[in-house]
């Protein structure tokens, strides 16, 4: 099956000629990498023949700057393994290499990135929240080389009919502990047991058993408050869950102090050494995407859609969810050029600041800490190009 979508301005990827679709309509196959001339960019001597990304979750608009990387026209989706690839075209000239993007989650058995990553070598670069880059360093050490959100989106949400007075997560928490409702999460998360620890929520008013449904919260009509992410739920809940059907409050984790750096492209730490030549020319590469996406998102959400109907995970997503995750992540500055005037930075002191937040934390619960740890292992500048910035 021949797929046509825009043609990308400054990273355009050209295809091969598209062969037979193999097992189901879904599916778009494609000579990936044979009669292409490369061109003055060769990643072939420095990059694998296979650029790998593994996501964390199914396709979304949060992975536009990645996916803005698949060939426009001839693409290969493999809708039993959940990855799409194509060959990498820069400036419409042939670098040498096939780029690859696998989903996560429920792809995945719901493994974590890191996990992934050191289970299967293939994987370049991966998607790793900066406290799950010290919680798991003992075991998986990784190291983010590209921040591709500044803020990280998840947050909590609940009614503002029945709590009116709320705005910020030390009032919620207050609210609840008063009215006897709960705030529903995904047990485990991180980001609890630090709101816990530092006395921020009473442990007295949280249930880990929030299973990505709304049926508590409708059932409830809205006394408990429940997770989520500011670039989707908040539009799913007034919009598409019909027993709901009206505006929802939030506040993000953020604000209350675990200010990580959510899902940034990282690289196994035992090998950013031989990976650093590759780095060196991919992620600006990363960051252009970036910019390409946010100018114009519209074919690339195509492809996502196109990619949620692929895999067939259980997982719904409509162009109205996307196109207000786009809307909703520059809007409240979830991704930006912070302070800098380009994209993709660690800021130094805002991970040095986490990280004693962090190893706190982790080391006190027994996480898989190793106790050498720096702020500096978790993370680099290195690859960036700090001429590439979003659109004013």
Not at 43 to 58: E, I, M
Request: negative net charge; glycine residues 8%; aromatic residues 10%.
């Amino acid at each position: 099956m021949n797929t046509t979508r825009r043609s990308i301005a400054s990273l355009s990827v050209v295809g091969a000629a598209a062969l037979l679709a193999a097992s189901c309509a879904a599916d778009t196959t494609a000579d990936t990498a044979a009669g292409f001339d490369i061109g003055p960019l060769d990643l072939s001597d420095v990059c694998p023949a296979t650029f790998v990304v593994q996501t964390d979750w199914n396709p979304q608009a949060e992975h536009g700057h990645v996916l803005e990387l698949i060939d426009n026209e001839h693409y290969t989706i493999d809708a039993a393994q959940k990855s799409v690839s194509s060959p990498l075209f820069v400036n419409e000239e042939f670098t040498g290499i096939t780029f690859e993007v696998r989903a996560g989650g429920p792809a995945v058995g719901y493994s974590s990135v890191q996990a992934l990553m050191y289970q299967e070598s293939d994987i370049d670069l991966g998607y790793v929240h900066s406290d799950a880059a010290i919680s798991s360093s003992a075991t998986t050490p990784a190291v983010g080389v590209m921040a591709q959100l500044d803020v990280n989106p998840q947050m909590v949400m609940w009614d503002p009919e029945t709590y009116p007075d709320v705005e910020t997560i030390e009032d919620l928490a207050s609210a609840l502990e008063e009215s006897g409702g709960a705030w529903r999460y995904f047990g485990g998360a991180a980001y609890m047991e630090y709101l816990i620890a530092a006395g921020i929520v009473p442990d007295s008013i949280v249930d880990g058993g929030y299973d990505g449904t709304p049926a508590s919260f409708v059932a409830e009509n809205g006394l408990s408050a429940q997770q989520g992410f500011a670039s989707a739920e908040p539009y799913i809940y007034e919009n598409e869950v019909a027993e709901w059907g009206k505006p929802v409050s939030y506040a993000l984790i953020d604000s209350a102090g675990w200010n990580i750096y959510g899902s940034a492209l990282s690289v196994r730490a035992d090998r950013l050494e031989e990976m650093s030549p590759c780095l060196e020319q991919m992620v600006p590469i990363l960051q252009q995407a970036e910019v390409d996406f946010f100018d114009d998102p519209s074919s690339t959400i195509d492809l996502i859609l196109e990619l949620v109907d692929a895999y067939d995970t259980g997982w719904t997503y409509s162009q109205e969810i996307a196109d207000y995750a786009v809307q909703t992540m520059i809007s409240e500055g979830l991704v930006s050029n912070g302070d800098n005037g380009y994209i993709g930075d660690f800021d130094p002191d805002r991970v040095a600041d986490f990280f004693a937040t962090g190893m706190e934390l982790f080391s006190s619960i027994a996480a898989d800490v190793d106790p050498d740890l720096t702020p500096e292992d978790i993370y680099t500048n290195q690859f960036l190009d700090t001429s590439i910035g979003l659109s004013e």
